[in-house]
Nanobody, 127 residues
Framework: QVQLVESGGGSVQAGGSLRLSCAVS????????MGWFRQAPGKEREFVAAISRNGVSTRSADSVKGRFTISRDNPKNMVFLQMTSLKPEDTAVYYC????????????????????WGQGTQVTVSS
């Protein structure tokens, strides 16, 4: 069993930056493909960014390309989401997710691909 704990959320003005962290415990993080998802009030959870087990492959949603960067530090069992040029529409609860399936280079973008989820961290962007 793996546990995921997100941190780094908060309130920021439009144009600002935040860095979310996801601590992976229970098993070595390199065993898992990782992803970030978000859910705004009244909306469905949506894909934000994902990274392969070895960190070589990444993918991000069109809405955040050029602004958000996903990365990982496997020796420290951490995954990060660097968010810049934040917009009010980025306001949501952000969730870290993990899954052990797939090869070293696989990037998983579907919610249904992930078996493990954190509790989420709130990001609020004001205009």
């Amino acid at each position: 069993q793996v546990q995921l704990v997100e941190s780094g959320g908060g309130s920021v003005q439009a144009g600002g930056s935040l860095r979310l962290s996801c601590a992976v415990s229970g098993r070595t993080s390199s065993n898992y493909a990782m992803g970030w998802f978000r859910q705004a009030p009244g909306k469905e959870r949506e894909f934000v960014a994902a990274i392969s087990r070895n960190g070589v492959s990444t993918r991000s949603a069109d809405s955040v390309k050029g602004r958000f960067t996903i990365s990982r530090d496997n020796p420290k069992n951490m995954v990060f989401l660097q968010m810049t040029s934040l917009k009010p529409e980025d306001t949501a609860v952000y969730y870290c997710a993990a899954d052990s399936r797939g090869s070293l280079f696989v990037v998983l973008t579907s919610i249904s691909s992930y078996d493990y989820w954190g509790q989420g961290t709130q990001v609020t962007v004001s205009s």
